[in-house]
């Protein structure tokens, strides 16, 4: 059983499209038109927008509501689904929730500790690990079957995704575990946001050596920074960040008015610089709360417009 509707975002990579992706919060409350502002503002400069699955593990709108908004405007999700919170059984309904409204697109997260967020007693689930979510899509999708082994009467159609860290230790596994991710299933991944270009060139390089661009499409994550604070806390505070000493200096060269503006510049010479990288399917712009940035981010580093699709 195949898919027998490609997504948007399946359909640019696999035409040989570079892709443009985004993300977008959803709020702390229920009201849809927080997430829908989000998404006109970025709407015509990417192809698809991901929504974040209750990220740091702090408490918002659901994925899969947020979905169902941005799929009403007319703009093409990506449900992200995290494995901390639901069990096996919650999961698959989740994924079949998303089928009914043709939602396409699916990245598959283990999610950050709850530690970190606002629920800090909340119980770790992980019935499943990310990897094994990524292998379930794929059983219900391709075979039409539930983990449990029975028939699915409609299976879902879904482009599988995940993320990958080519910058966290130790760096010796972020190859292989990527090529584990591949043999799971994965169809595209999208990468922690790049700072280090020259680490993520040699990661990249060692999975073009073992084969690897060749069967997954591989999204490289930017994000523009505001202020040399937000570059010193990402270097400093976020774990498998790796922020190189001279971007740092290069925020702090600048007045501080003017640094959101660098900010910018250095996310937009990452993108063109990556562009000529053998390998690279494509960019996931991750400007955090700054979804206005992202037209100008696009356009600047010469992906605007997007590639029509039927």
Known sequence: MSVK????????LAAGHQAVTSECGP??????????????????HVDVVNITDNQTSVTRMCSL??????????VEPVLQMVTRDRNRIALQGDIL?????????????????????????????HDLDSMQLIQ??????????????????????????????????????????????I????????TQCIYNLDR???WLAEARDRGLTEKVYILAGVTPLKSVGMAKYMKNRVPGMDVPDEVVARMAGVPKEKQAEEGVTICVETIQRLKEVPGVAGFHVMAIEWEEKVPEIVERAGLYPRPAMP
């Not at 849809?32 to 502002?37: A, C, G, K, N």
């Not at 947020?66 to 009403?72: G, V």
């Not at 043999?183 to 999208?190: H, N």
């Open 5 to 12: 509707t490609p997504s948007k975002l399946e359909k640019i």
């Open 65 to 74: 509501a947020s979905c169902f908004h941005l799929k009403q405007m007319g």
């Open 183 to 190: 043999a799971a299933g994965v169809e595209f991944i999208q």
């Open 27 to 44: 709020p702390r409350g229920s009201d849809p038109e927080v997430i829908r502002e989000k998404a006109r503002l970025i709407r015509d």
């Open 97 to 125: 929730g998303a089928a009914s409204m043709d939602i396409h697109n699916i990245l598959c997260l283990s999610g950050d500790h709850q530690s970190f967020g606002d629920c800090a007693t909340g119980q770790n689930v």
């Open 136 to 181: 379930t899509v794929r059983l219900m999708r391709d075979e039409g079957k539930f983990l449990g082994g029975g028939d699915i009467s409609r299976p879902p159609e879904m482009f599988v995704g995940a993320a990958a860290n080519p910058f966290a230790q130790p760096h010796k596994i972020r190859v292989p575990r990527l090529a584990k991710k």
């Open 200 to 202: 993520f060139e040699e």
